[in-house]
């Protein structure tokens, strides 16, 4: 099959959709509970530091046209030290795979389907995710901008049909236990998931030369609306529950059980609990297809295609063995994510970054990109 390209929008479609997609529902709760009304600075703070950290990854495309987070490594620091960081962001991305279809049917058992068990749910999103890899970037890009509208839209209806019900003296006092708490929010939030867009380092050399100049506005378009579209569920939220918002681990969801239109619209939750599934799926896909380009770009394999189900079976099987119960997760997500991460994404990120504003660009003749080679597509 031929390479597959997307344009800068498509990107800019998928940077949104990998951002916001488990995010929205995921954030809102556990931030609330650390930050308190302070939840939405959190998220503005963490959001400045992930344009920090976007702006880094578009440096080293710009600086490394066509080339990926690992070709350019093994240029900067040699293929040692490339690979040794790069097991340790691999190890993180099958966890953070697990993760997320984990949190799905942590959310299924414990709110809409408390009898079934939690691998009927992971299963179908891990196999459906691989099948979606396997038929290449370009196909997700199509398909996940018809979700993206779907998923975000049937979320702003829910907080648009709830405004009779908001009570805006709510969000006062902002900082109720000063600005420890605010921090303490950014920390959580810079973790998942503005540190997350370090994984784009592998897929922004697939965007096409003919849209290239309009990467670095679409991406910083779509980041910051990112920002504002969490600040605005934070901000309902609280202003729907107060104080309670923060012991809501769905707080979105349990929104949407006491949303009333004219006695016509009622118990819509099921909308918000198709929009978790399809946000963690997209999510789920775009994770699992980097993940891919890391294994066989690191270890050199030309036929990468081979390694999505694999891989995907992988993070089923951590998923069965890793995660006791919901409060477990919570845990987990809440310390070691974090951390975890930090040192996954950053210190690489950071130590490659400094390489390259010391040593001089030594890139081959371009006509297409190297990561041509490694693409699942194939």
């Not at 196909?139 to 979700?147: E, G, K, P, Q, Y």
């Not at 001089?360 to 080679?373: D, S």
Request: hydrophobic fraction near 55%; charge should be positive.
């Amino acid at each position: 099959m031929e390479k597959q390209t997307v344009s800068a929008y498509q990107m800019g479609i998928l940077f949104f959709v990998f951002m916001t997609g488990s995010s929205i529902i995921n954030i809102p709760g556990p931030l609330i509970s650390k930050a308190y009304n302070g939840a939405w600075l959190s998220l503005l703070v963490s959001g400045a530091l992930g344009l920090l950290v976007l702006a880094s990854i578009l440096y080293l495309n710009k600086r490394y046209p066509g080339l990926s987070f690992v070709e350019y490594s093994r240029q900067l620091m040699g293929s040692t030290l490339t690979a040794l960081f790069c097991l340790i962001t691999i190890s993180f991305l099958l966890q953070m795979q697990s993760g997320i279809v984990n949190d799905v049917g942590l959310f299924m058992v414990s709110s809409m389907l408390r009898e079934s068990p939690i691998y009927a749910f992971t299963f179908l999103i891990f196999a459906v995710s691989a099948v979606t890899v396997r038929a290449g970037l370009e196909v997700m890009a199509r398909m996940f901008t018809l979700t993206m509208i779907l998923t975000t839209g049937c979320i702003l209806l829910v907080l648009l049909i709830a405004l009779p019900d908001y009570d805006p003296t709510q969000l006062l006092p902002i900082m109720p236990k000063g600005i420890k708490p605010v921090l303490h929010g950014a920390y959580f939030t810079f973790g998942f998931p503005y540190v997350e867009v370090f994984l784009f380092t592998m897929l922004l050399p697939f965007v096409n030369k003919e849209s290239a100049n309009k990467l670095s506005k679409t991406m910083v378009a779509a980041l910051c609306i990112n920002i504002i579209v969490l600040c605005v569920s934070c901000v309902c939220a609280i202003m729907i529950f107060g104080s309670f918002a923060g012991e809501m681990p769905y707080v979105l969801f349990s929104l949407a059980r006491i949303v009333e239109f004219e006695e016509i619209v009622q118990r819509i939750e099921s909308i918000i609990g198709m929009s978790l599934i399809l946000g963690s799926y997209m999510k789920t896909s775009i994770t699992l297809y980097v993940l891919n380009l890391f294994v066989s770009q690191v270890f050199g394999m030309k036929n990468s295609r081979a390694l999505v189900m694999p891989l995907a079976l992988m993070g089923f099987l951590m998923g069965l063995v890793s995660v006791d119960s919901a409060t477990d997760w919570g845990r987990i997500v809440s310390t070691v994510h974090p951390v975890w991460s930090f040192t996954a994404f950053m210190i690489p990120l950071l130590l490659v970054l400094l390489l390259s504003l010391i040593r001089k660009p030594r890139t081959k003749p371009l006509g297409e990109p190297n990561i041509a080679k490694s693409n699942p597509s194939e």
